[in-house]
């Protein structure tokens, strides 16, 4: 079993930054993709970032460019950094991770593990 768990949320005015931690533990070696999804009220998960086990990483359109993803070699802290932040950001955010094989923003939507969340707030 994994556990994960999200910190470094908060509030935040447009156009600041915020970074975002996740800290790992349990059957770590088992992970091969780790990632960010986001959900907002009444809106569907959506996977924001990925990054596989050789440190390959993708991004949605939405965050391409202002957030950035990045784990230690251990795979047991995994980091968004988020700049340039839009209000339309605002959402509960989740760190996930999967055994698959294959490793973008889809399969962390769907991952077999995530966090309990942590809440970012933009505001204008």
């Known amino acids: 079993q994994v556990g994960l768990v999200e910190s470094g949320g908060g509030s935040v005015q447009a156009g600041g930054a915020l970074t975002l931690s996740c800290a790992a533990s349990?059957?770590?070696?088992?992970?091969?993709?780790m990632g960010w999804f986001l959900q907002a009220p009444g809106k569907e998960r959506e996977g924001i970032a990925s990054?596989?086990?050789?440190?390959?990483?993708s991004y949605s359109a939405s965050v391409w460019g202002r957030f950035t993803i990045s784990q230690d070699s251990a795979k047991n802290t995994l980091s968004l950094q988020m700049n340039s932040l839009k209000v339309e950001d605002t959402a509960m955010y989740y760190c996930?991770?999967?055994?698959?094989?294959?490793?973008?923003?889809?399969?962390?939507?769907?991952?077999?593990?995530w966090g309990q969340g942590t809440q970012v707030t933009v505001s204008s």
């Open positions: 996930a991770a999967d055994g698959g094989d294959i490793c973008d923003i889809v399969v962390v939507r769907t991952s077999q593990h």
């Open positions: 990054i596989d086990s050789y440190g390959g990483t």
């Open positions: 349990g059957n770590t070696d088992s992970i091969k993709c």
